[in-house]
Nanobody, 128 residues
Framework: QVQLAESGGASVQPGGSLTLSCAVAGLTYGRCLMGWFRQAPGKELEGVAAIDADDRSNYADSVKDRFTISWDHVKNTLYLQMNSLKPEDTAMYYC??????????????????????WGQGTQVTVSS
């Protein structure tokens, strides 16, 4: 069973940067489909970024060119680098994984139904 623990959430001003981390334990094969999701108050869970075991990545249009997802195989940690933050990026951020999926052979899915392991979340607030 995969265990996920997010950290790095904070309050930042618009235009600022933040890096979220997700420590991952229990991966059988070292790599799999992994992603970041977010949920703002009163809104549905939204897929933000995903990365597969072939290092293919995919981003929601709302964060493209501002956010970068990456995986450190030495630290077994998933990252989300967030730049040029906007108030609408305010949300609880969750990392997720599905170790039964290595790769789709194409752009990794941002659909929450593709993920079966979830962390507890870390809060990001963007406000002046």
């Amino acid at each position: 069973q995969v265990q996920l623990a997010e950290s790095g959430g904070a309050s930042v001003q618009p235009g600022g940067s933040l890096t979220l981390s997700c420590a991952v334990a229990g991966l059988t094969y070292g790599r799999c489909l992994m992603g970041w999701f977010r949920q703002a108050p009163g809104k549905e869970l939204e897929g933000v970024a995903a990365i597969d075991a072939d290092d293919r990545s995919n981003y929601a249009d709302s964060v493209k060119d501002r956010f970068t997802i990456s995986w450190d195989h030495v630290k077994n940690t998933l990252y989300l680098q967030m730049n040029s933050l906007k108030p609408e990026d305010t949300a609880m951020y969750y990392c997720a994984a599905n170790q039964a999926i290595y790769s789709f052979g194409t752009s990794p899915s941002l659909r929450q139904q593709r993920f079966d392991s979830w962390g507890q979340g870390t809060q990001v607030t963007v406000s002046s």
